[in-house]
């Protein structure tokens, strides 16, 4: 109970001490941007205090654990002072002069301003502070040497702060600055090259994210944001949903946690510093065969059109369109696949608090199935994309770490009358026959 105390009245001292360096205004704004910069997503794991550390970033290169941002001294950032936390941002160098990791986002939070660095610093030293030591560097040799990154930084680091565009709109200046700096998109949608640094010449134009494909960003009317207006931007930020689509995994929790609580100016200067950037190219496309299209027709009429209807455009904002959909016309099939195979659920958000969700189905198609699926989905109502392999699909089958993907969830039905994936029959013919030596029968006989 004395120690309780003795720690209680230290967190207390901590925090007047910082009450006299910062005002209500500058603490309050720290706030809004630590929700800005998503930061409560990658340094808090499941089930522990916010912001204390320790949850596991995947990279190409190992896992790393996020740092406790809480100002406990020995294991948080008690011992940062604002000049060593804006160098942290803008060099990625911690107070003991080591080299941080870019999993930590300090090539995009150079954007910062100083007066938002260190209104953030004097938000995050008001957090009751949390002991929790963590082994953050599980990287591989040789990897794990940090004097590394030096290197790493001369070729990617650019270390000059936002500076305004003269000859654009203040809403356009502020939206660039949220993108570029704080919210780090580029982290995600922007493709890597083998030493984890932004290909150039393809910022926002979409990249691999673990086993998701993070989307085209750019003005691209079929694998962009060409086709949504600005309040449909500014609605899916803030409520993670629009006649488009619906924000899933981590672009769900980028949305429940950040963008949801943003104002909508922010959101709309979001918007519209996206809808200037030009549009990417359209790569050459490998459409599938007709045999392909055929079969997941076929299973597409079984599987998906309960929810998705025949004609590929869903439920308005319950159940996402496919038809003109750029998550299904991506270059990369991952997220597809992801979707078909493990399924997906809707993060909430506070204005739309409902959860709708689709099922796994990897239990019950297998490889080729899946991907002539896939490839219906992309190729279908106006979509073109690549085809998609077995070979693909079973890589992500793999990369999710499942056999058969979540039988546990569901047995496969025991009854083959009713309809199922293991056909080939016309999409006009009698369901009910699928799986069975009548499969193919029209309907009415």
């Given at each position: 109970?004395?120690r309780?105390?003795?720690?209680?009245?230290a967190?207390?001292a901590?925090?007047a001490?910082?009450?006299i360096?910062?005002s209500?205004?500058?603490?309050?704004?720290g706030?809004?941007l630590a929700?800005a910069?998503d930061?409560k997503?990658?340094?808090?794991p499941?089930?522990?205090?916010?912001?204390?550390g320790g949850?596991p970033?995947?990279t190409?290169?190992?896992?790393l654990?996020?740092?406790?941002?809480t100002?406990?001294r020995?294991?948080?950032?008690?011992?940062y002072t604002?000049?060593?936390?804006y160098?942290?941002?803008?060099?990625?160098v911690?107070?003991?002069?080591?080299h941080?990791?870019?999993?930590?986002?300090?090539?995009y939070?150079?954007?910062?301003?100083?007066?938002?660095?260190?209104?953030?610093?004097?938000?995050?030293?008001?957090?009751?502070?949390?002991?929790?030591?963590?082994?953050?560097?599980?990287?591989?040799?040789?990897f794990n040497?940090r004097?590394?990154?030096?290197?790493?930084n001369a070729?990617?680091?650019d270390d000059?702060?936002?500076a305004p565009?003269a000859?654009?709109?203040?809403?356009?200046?502020?939206?660039?600055y949220?993108?570029q700096?704080?919210g780090?998109c580029?982290a995600?949608h922007t493709?890597?090259?083998?030493?984890?640094g932004?290909r150039?010449?393809q910022?926002?134009q979409?990249?691999?994210?673990?086993?998701?494909?993070?989307?085209?960003?750019?003005?691209?009317?079929?694998?962009g944001?060409?086709a949504?207006k600005?309040?449909?931007?500014v609605?899916?930020?803030?409520e993670?949903?629009?006649?488009?689509s619906g924000?899933?995994?981590?672009?769900g929790?980028?949305?429940?946690?950040?963008?949801?609580s943003?104002?909508?100016?922010?959101?709309?200067?979001i918007?519209?510093?996206l809808?200037?950037?030009?549009?990417?190219?359209?790569?050459a496309?490998?459409?599938p065969?007709a045999?392909q299209?055929?079969q997941?027709?076929?299973?597409?009429?079984?599987?998906c059109?309960?929810?998705h209807?025949?004609?590929?455009?869903?439920?308005?904002?319950?159940?996402?369109?496919?038809?003109?959909s750029?998550i299904?016309?991506?270059?990369?099939p991952?997220?597809?696949l992801?979707?078909v195979i493990?399924g997906?659920?809707?993060?909430?958000?506070?204005?739309s608090p409902?959860?709708?969700?689709?099922p796994?189905?990897g239990?019950?198609?297998d490889?080729?199935?899946?991907a002539a699926?896939?490839s219906?989905?992309?190729?279908?109502?106006?979509?073109?994309?690549?085809?998609v392999?077995?070979?693909?699909?079973?890589?992500?089958?793999?990369?999710?770490?499942?056999?058969?993907v979540?039988r546990?969830?569901?047995a496969?039905?025991?009854?083959?009358?009713?309809p199922g994936?293991?056909?080939?029959?016309?999409?006009?013919?009698?369901?009910r026959?699928?799986?069975?030596?009548?499969?193919g029968?029209?309907?009415?006989?």
């Amino acid at each position: 109970m004395k120690r309780a105390i003795v720690a209680l009245s230290a967190w207390s001292a901590l925090v007047a001490t910082s009450a006299i360096a910062a005002s209500p205004d500058q603490i309050e704004r720290g706030r809004y941007l630590a929700a800005a910069g998503d930061c409560k997503a990658c340094h808090t794991p499941f089930g522990a205090a916010p912001f204390s550390g320790g949850r596991p970033l995947q990279t190409p290169f190992g896992t790393l654990l996020s740092a406790n941002l809480t100002p406990d001294r020995d294991t948080g950032i008690g011992r940062y002072t604002p000049d060593t936390f804006y160098r942290a941002l803008h060099e990625g160098v911690d107070p003991e002069g080591r080299h941080l990791y870019p999993a930590f986002p300090y090539n995009y939070y150079t954007r910062l301003s100083r007066e938002d660095s260190d209104a953030l610093f004097a938000w995050l030293r008001t957090l009751p502070p949390v002991r929790h030591p963590v082994d953050r560097n599980r990287l591989p040799f040789p990897f794990n040497i940090r004097s590394l990154m030096a290197v790493w930084n001369a070729l990617y680091l650019d270390d000059r702060p936002f500076a305004p565009d003269a000859s654009k709109s203040a809403q356009w200046n502020r939206g660039a600055y949220l993108v570029q700096g704080l919210g780090h998109c580029e982290a995600c949608h922007t493709d890597k090259d083998m030493l984890g640094g932004n290909r150039k010449g393809q910022a926002l134009q979409g990249g691999r994210f673990g086993a998701w494909f993070a989307p085209d960003l750019t003005p691209n009317r079929r694998t962009g944001l060409g086709a949504w207006k600005a309040e449909e931007v500014v609605e899916f930020l803030r409520e993670g949903r629009n006649v488009h689509s619906g924000a899933t995994a981590e672009m769900g929790e980028v949305v429940q946690v950040s963008t949801s609580s943003l104002t909508d100016a922010d959101l709309a200067a979001i918007a519209t510093y996206l809808a200037s950037l030009p549009p990417s190219p359209d790569a050459a496309i490998t459409r599938p065969d007709a045999a392909q299209m055929k079969q997941g027709e076929a299973i597409w009429q079984d599987q998906c059109a309960g929810c998705h209807r025949q004609d590929g455009r869903g439920a308005a904002k319950i159940f996402p369109p496919v038809a003109g959909s750029a998550i299904a016309q991506q270059r990369d099939p991952a997220t597809v696949l992801r979707y078909v195979i493990a399924g997906a659920r809707r993060a909430p958000t506070p204005r739309s608090p409902t959860m709708p969700a689709m099922p796994a189905f990897g239990w019950k198609l297998d490889d080729a199935q899946v991907a002539a699926v896939a490839s219906y989905a992309r190729n279908s109502w106006g979509n073109a994309a690549d085809a998609v392999t077995a070979a693909q699909a079973a890589e992500m089958r793999r990369t999710l770490g499942a056999s058969a993907v979540a039988r546990a969830a569901s047995a496969p039905p025991a009854d083959l009358h009713h309809p199922g994936p293991a056909t080939l029959a016309p999409a006009d013919t009698d369901s009910r026959d699928n799986g069975t030596p009548d499969a193919g029968r029209a309907h009415g006989r």
